[in-house]
């Protein structure tokens, strides 16, 4: 620390006006960029809603932040939607891997 290439917290301009914004929610949340050859992707309770494009079918694997497989579900129809009441809260992330596209979504679980 006593290197003069070190940058401390006292020598850093305005460090102490730093704010974090946390946003605390119930449930789970997700975002999705929706594309003509991409899945729709909403969370509604605890269920993960998905429209797929066409009449594709797609893989879709749910993921931990540890990187286990936690769900993995083939769907086939529009408007499908899996149940995520057994997992755990935290963060996951959901690939949806069709024909034509595969897209990867973060999400968050927090039990209420």
Known sequence: ????????????????KYKIDEQHTTGIQGKSSVASHMASVSVIKKNLQINLPGSECA????????????????I????????????????YIVKIQGQNFTQSIKFHVKLK
């Open 1 to 16: 620390m006593n290197n003069e290439y070190t940058l401390t917290l006292e020598d850093m301009p305005g460090w102490d």
């Open 76 to 91: 086939r129809a529009n408007n499908e939607s899996i149940n995520m009441e057994a997992l755990a809260s935290g963060l």
């Open 59 to 74: 893989n879709v694997r749910i993921f931990d932040m540890k990187g286990h497989q936690v769900i993995n579900r083939t």
